[in-house]
């Protein structure tokens, strides 16, 4: 991918921030789906279909239907498979826990993708990027407060556990994007997760009065928008620009928890969130000055 010129970097940070908003407002959705009475396979079918029909629909009416065409169908069918459990466990967690803190835990995906990167991509991780992630870590138990039982357990299991898959899914995608467009990547996990979500929702499907289905509906329809913009943002912007602009989901889930839930982050949250976030803008700001002397190095030898 080109680097984005420095006129659009603006462009791009206002489709980060967009598309975190939308995914604020998805989560938002997705608890009200449940409490009316929506299961979570139902929603999780809704979120995919809704995201495949608006894919189909920009690439109808932009580049046509063969520039999604793929010989890396194995490695799309992983992705896939990846990102719809990755998915399932980050609803479970919104369902299990308030807003603010399942977007906290959520935080910890730049944790795991630094592990992930040193272990399965062999990337030259120093002190500074392992002293993160333990800072990182020691912030989930802040807010988690392990064996107080004020966090519920399955939500911080979820929780971490969507976020390692998130993180696996990331190196994947890094291997992808070296033969793969983001338009086709985002294609095919879409439409590939609509085969084993389409049997689930056969068996779990059930009548709905018409606000459920119109919350459904909407948690497609934000899905889709929200992962459109998130992808429109990395092509005209950098990865160490736009990542950081999701961090501001905190204060959307702090925001709809207080005004549609009346729930508000407690003080372990207040506590730890900044700790985690921390923790991975220094992971970021670290991989965008390495990936940097990199650069330097390779126009000094060439």
Do not use: C
């Not at 009416?61 to 990102?83: D, E, F, K, Q």
């Not at 928890?257 to 003080?267: E, K, N, Y």
């Amino acid at each position: 991918m080109a680097t984005a010129s420095p006129d659009r970097i603006p462009l791009a940070v206002a489709l980060r921030l967009t598309s975190v908003l939308l995914f604020a407002g998805m989560n938002t959705l997705i608890k009200l789906s449940e409490a009316a009475g929506a299961s979570l396979g139902e929603i999780l079918f809704f979120r995919q279909a809704g995201a495949a029909a608006l894919m189909v629909v920009v690439i109808s009416s932009g580049p046509g239907m063969r520039s999604v065409a793929t010989r890396r169908m194995p490695a799309h069918i992983l992705r896939a498979v990846i990102g719809l459990s990755a998915m399932a466990l980050t609803f479970t967690t919104i369902l299990a826990l308030p807003l603010a803190e399942s977007t906290t835990i959520g935080f910890t995906m730049p944790i795991f993708a630094t592990i992930l990167g040193a272990i399965v991509l062999r990337e030259p991780t120093g002190w500074h990027r392992w002293g993160a992630v333990l800072m990182g870590f020691a912030g989930v138990l802040i807010v988690a407060q392990p064996g107080t039982g004020h966090f519920p357990l399955i939500g911080a299991i979820t929780g971490l556990s969507a976020a390692f898959l998130t993180a696996s899914v990331s190196i994947l995608l890094r291997k992808l994007s070296r033969s793969e467009s983001t338009t086709t990547t985002v294609f095919w996990f879409s439409t590939l997760s609509l085969i084993p979500l389409g049997i689930v929702y056969a068996i779990v499907a059930q009548m709905h009065a018409p606000l459920v289905w119109l919350l459904l509906a909407g948690v497609g329809l934000l899905g889709g928008a929200a992962q459109l913009a998130m992808t429109g943002a990395l092509r005209f912007g950098p990865v160490s620009v736009v990542v950081p602009m999701d961090y501001s989901s905190l204060l959307w889930a702090t925001m709809f928890g207080w005004l549609v839930f009346g729930v508000l982050p407690d003080a372990w949250t207040w506590v730890g969130a900044p700790v985690i976030i921390a923790s991975g803008l220094y992971i970021v700001w670290r991989e965008h000055v390495r990936r940097r002397v990199e650069t330097a190095q390779a126009v000094v030898e060439g």
